[in-house]
């Protein structure tokens, strides 16, 4: 999947969002269908802008492949 990207937020910011997002719905048991909603709520209150990309909250959601 292609990395995000945005003019006013560092590529390491988006990392930190999707490692702490993936902590988030693992250790509070968050139903998958909440995911997006709730992705798209971490990146309002991170970045301060009322329009979030979508791709960019499919890039937080997407699965980690398991090894």
Do not use: C
């Amino acid at each position: 999947m292609r990395n995000p990207s945005n003019d006013n937020t560092p590529y390491f910011e988006f990392e930190a969002m999707r490692e702490a997002f993936n902590r988030w719905v693992v250790e509070d048991k968050v139903p998958e269908d909440q995911w997006r909603p709730r992705a798209t709520n971490l990146v309002r209150i991170v970045t301060g802008d009322e329009y979030v990309d979508p791709n960019l909250v499919e890039w937080i959601i997407h699965k980690k492949p398991q090894r």
